[in-house]
């Protein structure tokens, strides 16, 4: 059949017809609204260098983030074209730190971009991680800080304590393994469990129980493990987000009304929440009492509590995971640090267990988790943060406002010109051979993890306070090799950094 006799182009050319159009209407308003645009687009940023495909498209972006290694295939553009790079229509990343300490500082007319609307983990309501609004986010900040910083929680050390204690129990009951009893543990999976256990306690007085009963208590892990790649990617495309979380769709999301998943925890979480503000509630000495002090409501309490349990456990086991992955695949910094421990219990200047305080009093402990967080940053993604209007001029390009930029952790905390020539190297001595200039450089850019200025991450002092603590609990004890040296864990980034099947075999010093 002849293109013209074909029934749709009849259809067609009735329609056009009879609205009085051409064909060469029809065709200049299409590039009026799609081709143009994405011209204009592309040429707006056409002096940043970048894969081809990411000018126009931002599909280049989702694919990578859908592969779980953006985070790497970032670092190789930065190897290649420099710190700035293009990476989509209106996204670039840099490789840095100045420019990302000035984007974010207190200051700074630098915005959240569109990025960030994926992490509405509430449709109806921003966070204090996904919220844009610079008066709103400043004002929600306000009311939260004293809460995290531990100093209206006095009993932060003591929680963190307790928890220890529960996983060193769980070791005890279910994983030592003798020469006649082999019990292998996956640890990737207990740090989780042991994180997700430590901020809930803090954040509403008790734990969620994944150490008690070791499993995944309503399928948080599986759940979340799917769908942190989903708000990553669509973190990529802000207006699918937007659709996803508009009236019409919401119902598709969790409920905490469902007996399993994300939507059950949101459940569990909310309803611990709402006792707080129940009338015959007694005000507690914690995080949430905190934040209840100094004005959080009902529904932003409960917002933040979850967010809390999202971003505090995957973030800080990620952390976990990488030291003890990095120190059981690197035996002399292995011995060396549990040669520290032992001599620090034998002078008896540590406790049991070990204070925060103690801990820092350890430059090699210090040194080996400084190191952890320099190797593998525990968040991955780029954190997209929006040029003001008039623009700006960035490694010496003028960038237009309303373009977004964000950061190239790899290629932020693998750099040679920081951290040396063996900048990929898990090598703990760098902190204590630098000399004082070198030191505060390579600190004021590690400390990059946990952003800076008026976005710093209130949950370093809990983060810190957990690494400090137990790795020394975990090594004065227990003896940790990895089961499948070859191949002793699977890691991929998907925000995160996601560890599988990282099995170790766990034995009692002496034994």
């Not at 990553?232 to 009304?257: C, D, V, Y």
């Not at 049991?352 to 402990?365: F, G, M």
Request: contains cysteine; hydrophobic residues 40%.
């Amino acid at each position: 059949m002849a293109l013209t006799n074909h029934p749709a182009a009849a259809l067609i050319a009735r329609a056009l017809e009879a609205t009085g159009a051409t064909a060469a209407t029809v065709f200049v308003a299409v590039v009026a609204l799609f081709v143009l645009p994405t011209i204009i687009q592309w040429y707006r940023l056409s002096h940043v260098p970048g894969p081809k495909l990411a000018a126009i498209s931002k599909y280049w972006q989702v694919r990578e983030s859908i592969k779980g290694t953006l985070p790497q295939v970032l670092k190789e553009l930065n190897d290649k074209h420099g710190p700035l790079v293009r990476i989509g229509p209106n996204d670039l990343v840099t490789s840095d730190p100045d420019v990302l300490r000035k984007m974010m500082a207190v200051r700074s007319p630098y915005t959240r971009g569109p990025w960030y609307e994926a992490w509405r983990l509430n449709p109806t309501r921003d966070n204090l991680f996904s919220m844009r609004d610079e008066v709103g986010h400043t004002a929600l900040r306000n009311k939260m800080v004293a809460g995290y910083s531990g100093k209206e929680n006095l009993s932060m050390e003591s929680t963190i304590e307790t928890e220890i204690a529960r996983l060193i129990d769980l070791i005890e009951r279910k994983y030592i393994s003798t020469p006649k009893d082999y019990r292998p543990m996956d640890f990737g999976e207990k740090a989780q469990y042991f994180t997700l256990d430590v901020i809930s306690d803090l954040a509403f007085g008790e734990p969620l129980g994944y150490l008690e009963k070791d499993e995944d208590v309503y399928d948080y892990i599986k759940i979340t493990t799917a769908s942190i790649p989903a708000m990553l990617t669509l973190g990529s495309i802000p207006t699918l987000a937007n659709i996803i979380q508009s009236r019409f769709l919401r119902w598709l999301l969790p409920k905490e009304t469902d007996k399993i998943g994300f939507g059950a925890f949101i459940g569990v979480t909310n309803h611990a929440v709402a006792a707080r503000f129940a009338p015959n509630a007694v005000p507690q000495q914690d995080m949430l009492g905190s934040f209840i002090r100094h004005g959080l409501n009902l529904e932003e309490a409960q917002g933040e509590a979850v967010l809390q349990i999202v971003a505090g456990s995957d973030t800080s086991a990620s952390t976990i995971r990488a030291f003890m992955l990095n120190i059981c695949t690197h035996p002399p910094v292995y011995q060396k640090l549990q040669q520290e421990i032992d001599e620090a219990v034998a002078k008896g200047i540590i406790s049991s267990p070990i204070k925060d305080a103690e801990a820092r009093q350890l430059p090699y402990l210090q040194a080996v988790i400084r190191e952890a967080i320099r190797i593998l940053p525990p968040a991955g993604g780029a954190f997209f943060k929006q040029v003001p209007p008039g623009g700006d001029v960035i490694c010496g390009k003028f960038i237009p406002g309303g373009t977004q930029i964000g950061s190239s952790p790899l290629a932020i905390h693998h750099s040679k010109n920081t951290f040396g020539e063996d900048a990929e190297t898990f090598r703990p001595e760098r902190w204590l051979e630098a000399d004082e200039d070198q030191l505060e450089k390579m600190k004021a850019t590690a400390d990059l993890v946990f952003h800076y200025g008026k976005w710093q991450c209130p949950g370093k002092t809990v983060a810190l306070m957990e690494f400090n603590k137990i790795f020394v609990e975990l090594l004065r004890r227990y003896e940790w090799s990895v089961i499948n040296p070859f191949n002793a864990a699977r890691v991929n980034n998907a925000g995160v950094w996601m560890f599988d099947d990282f099995w170790v075999r766990v034995t009692r010093r002496g034994q």
